[in-house]
């Protein structure tokens, strides 16, 4: 069972779910919130690329968007100058610019 939450914060809010099968319906609310599907970018750690990563890009390709993948090595920290280069270069690839929203 899916269990759903509206969590408001003072400038917006956030649609949380979770429970079995959530991830299946993340293309669907994604696409609700951003209106037109383009691109997305999908940022984990290597040895999530062949499981919940590939189940969000595939629920995200089949919701209408392009997607890249970014994995990071074993042991790599998201917070370090040469990961922020890597996905400034993966954004770039995409085609992304400032306007494009980005989010965690």
């Known amino acids: ?6 969590v408001n914060f003072p400038d917006t809010s956030c649609d949380y779910r979770v429970g079995p099968g959530a991830l299946n319906e993340l293309g669907p609310m ?3 919130v951003v209106g037109v599907p383009k691109r997305a970018v999908i940022v984990c750690e ?21 997607v890249s993948d970014l994995s990071l090595p074993a042991g790599e920290q998201p917070s370090t100058l ?4 890597q996905l400034l270069e993966a954004l770039a690839r995409t085609g992304a610019t400032p306007d494009h929203p980005v989010r965690n």
């Not at 290597?46 to 390709?61: K, M, N, Q, Y």
Request: hydrophobic share 55%; aromatic share 6%.
């Open 82 to 85: 040469t990961f922020a280069a």
């Open 1 to 6: 069972m899916i269990r759903r939450k509206l």
């Open 46 to 66: 290597e040895e999530l690329a062949d499981g919940v990563a590939l189940t969000v890009s595939r629920a995200l390709i089949d919701a209408g968007f392009s």
């Open 30 to 32: 994604v696409k609700s």
